[in-house]
Each structure stands twice: as C-alpha cells, then as structure tokens.
C-alpha cells in the first residue's frame, strides 16, 4: 500500500436477542490490544482501529471527525513536528521505529511500530535498474525480533501487498504464484495487514470482483494461525484509474465483508495519482467523505459486539444456487445474538437462515432498514443484491424480561 499507485453493495446486520449463553466451541477473535502491550492499542470493548494511511498529520482532525482513530505511518518520520501535531488532535499513530521514536517511545501517542510496507512485492532496485526480488521471509522476521526488542510494549504491524488474495500477481516478481511464502511472513509481526483495491484494479482478473478482499482476509487469517490480528486496506479514492472510482456502497461493502472474514482493524487507502494528485483525495470528496464517515460511526457503534468472540455453530446459511457465496458471522453480547451476512458474488441471490438461537423470536428487524422478516421455527430468508449486506436483529421475549 505504497503511497505509489495500485460498488456500496448494501450492508445489513442481524442482532438476536436471546438468553442464550455462549455457543460451546465459540472462538475468541484477537482485537484489541493484548497485555503484554501494555503502551499499544486500547484494549477497552469501545475501540476498533480504524485508521488512515500516510497522511500529514495536519488533517488529523478532520480525520478524526470522520471516525478514524488511528494514523498508520509517517511520511519521512516520525518527526518531533509530526508527533506534536498528532498530540494535538488525540490522535494515536502506529509508526516506523527511528532513532526519533526511540528516544520519546514514552510518548503514549505512538500505539505501535511497522515494518517497511510491502516487503512481499519486488523490490526496486534503483532508478533504471528494474526489480528485484522481495524481501525474504526470514529477514521480516528478524527485523520484528529486532524492532519488539527495542520495545516489547507495542505491537508490530506488517502490511503485505496484493499477493495474499491474488496469487499470480505480476508485482511480487519472482515470487509471484507462491502463496507458501505468507505463513512465514505472518511470523514476523503482531498484526498482520494486507491490501487489494479491487473496484479499480487494472486488472481484468481482479477489477470489480470485491470478494478478492474477503478472500484476502480468511487467508490471511489462516496463514497466521488465528493467533494475532488481522487488519485490511480500504479503497476509497480514484488511486491510479482516473476512470473508475469505488462507490459509496462499494466501500461500504468492502468494509463489511472484511470483518465478517476476520478483520480486526481497517486503514483506508486515501490518496489519488490520477487524474490528479491528491494526497488526501478523501477529504476533497464530499460525497465519499460523508459515507465514509457513516460507515466508521456504525463500526464504532459495533465495536463492543466486533470486539466479542465469533461464534461457529450457531447458525446455518442455505444459498440459493452452488454460483452464490453468502458469507456471515455471529456475534453475541449481552444476552444478544448479532448475525452479519453478506452477498460474496457480483450477483443477486437469496439465502435462508437456520438458526440455534433464540427460540422465543417471531420475527426479524433488519436494522439500518424499516423492515421486519417473519421468523419461523428460527428459520428465515432474505433477498441479496450483488455483494448486499444486511444486518437483522430478532428479539427474544423471554430474554427481554430478564
């Protein structure tokens, strides 16, 4: 996600009331920070990271205003200039680890260190000279056991390019179509991060297909063991194809079918190389910036209930035809059941939901929405246009009495 170049399908979230407890074999999602970083990120249930990438810390507060709450790298820092600033707007940064940083690492602004981005791709080897092949595993990982010597305290975050969801592509050299290499990346770091802008690629294997950031996302969670976080890169801007632009919806999109995969943080990719240069193109966007916006405040409205362990086996989703992919994730908080589903195909489908939970709800409320879907025997179908999400709540009498 160099600062170099590379649709809002509808969202709907499905909460269930019900005094069910916990789904034996529930799995704990890695979110928040952990103990042993004991300068990093909040570890309280309120925060998800939602961060920028590479911005002048000057517009921190209207990055703030738009519900980002973190900024991930520095350009050329960081800098006592750059630090102060970021103070100034309560805004916490996760940054390269300069002798700078090390000297004020009892700054509580900075949340955590980074690697070089990309390390995965082809390395320039100077102007002229062509590339070279990436940066080895191995010394990823020795360069992490450096960087948590120097400080244990906060977390190391690793981005990787378009490789973890796309195998042949071109830009990763010699190592392109070696998937292997992942796992052994995913060992030199904390949190594990990864980007693919799909509604402008230039490629027709990729452009438009969103489900290659859900792909990128369970694979990475894979390659990692499910034992650390892993965070994604949102498009929001034209980037490198002055023709094409994501959409609201398909931003929203994008966002929703990333945390529904595993996604523990986001960083949205705002600038633009075409038409025009834009470092922070997002800003200059009114329609983008006021969608972005919402779709931060209803994450962070969520982050209590995303910050919650996923529960497997409490629900089960029935496509309507082998082409369809609808994928979902179950959530449970204070006596409520939340189901977050999403279209994974470029296509309208239908899907019904088996549940095994609240079996006193009759009917279900898709929220954001003013509709209600009849539940019968917990079981229930929705309609989805092409990478729709949806968002359903079901109230369990007996649960509200208690």
């Not at 790298?73 to 805004?91: D, F, N, Y």
């Not at 981005?159 to 070696?178: E, F, K, M, T």
């Not at 965070?231 to 801007?237: A, M, V």
């Not at 362990?309 to 089960?316: F, G, I, N, R």
Request: hydrophobic share 40%; glycine share 8%; aromatic share 8%.
């Amino acid at each position: 996600m160099k600062a170099t170049a590379r649709r809002f399908p509808a969202f709907i979230a499905l909460c269930i009331l019900s005094h069910a407890g916990p789904t034996p074999g529930a799995e704990v999602s890695p979110g928040r920070g952990e103990p042993r970083w004991t300068n990093g990120l909040s570890r309280d249930e309120t925060y998800f990271p939602i961060g920028v990438w590479l911005q002048n810390p000057r517009n921190a507060p209207r990055y703030k205003a738009a519900g980002i709450n973190l900024y991930v790298g520095l350009w050329s820092g960081p800098t006592a200039e750059q630090i102060g600033a970021l103070e100034k707007a309560a805004m916490r940064v996760i940054c390269g680890q300069n002798p700078f940083a090390l000297a004020n690492k009892d700054n509580p602004v900075i949340a955590g260190w980074m690697h070089g981005d990309e390390p995965d791709n082809a390395q320039s080897l100077g102007s002229g000279k062509g590339f070279g092949p990436p940066i080895a595993p191995e010394r990823i990982v020795a360069d992490y056991t450096r960087l948590r010597a120097a400080d244990p305290t906060r977390p190391v975050l690793l981005n990787l390019g378009q490789g973890v969801a796309w195998d042949n592509y071109i830009g990763r050299g010699v190592r392109r179509n070696h998937p292997e290499d992942y796992p052994e990346y995913a060992k030199g770091c904390d949190i594990a991060s990864f980007d693919i802008y799909p509604a402008v690629h230039g490629s027709p294997e990729i452009a438009g297909k969103l489900e290659y950031v859900a792909r990128g996302v369970e694979r990475l969670v894979r390659w990692s063991g499910g034992e650390k976080p892993v965070w994604n890169c949102i498009e929001c801007t034209h980037i490198d194809n002055a023709a094409i632009k994501p959409t609201p919806e398909q931003v929203r999109a994008e966002v929703w079918m990333a945390l529904i995969r595993g996604s523990r943080g986001l960083i949205y990719f705002v600038h633009q190389f075409k038409p025009s240069f834009k470092e922070a193109a997002l800003l200059d966007d009114p329609e983008m910036l006021a969608a972005v916006t919402a779709i931060n405040a209803q994450v962070r409205e969520l982050a209590p209930v995303l910050n919650r362990p996923t529960v497997s086996d409490a629900v089960a989703v029935e496509p309507s035809s082998a082409e369809t992919e609808v994928a979902f994730m179950v959530k449970q908080q204070q006596g409520t059941t939340y189901l977050f589903a999403v279209n994974l195909r470029n296509q309208p489908a239908q899907a019904t939901f088996r549940l095994g939970v609240a079996p006193g709800a009759s009917e279900v409320k898709v929220l954001g929405e003013t509709r209600t879907i009849p539940l019968r025997a917990r079981i229930f179908a929705d309609t989805f246009g092409p990478y729709q999400v949806h968002l359903y709540c079901l109230k369990d009498p007996d649960a509200q009495s208690k």
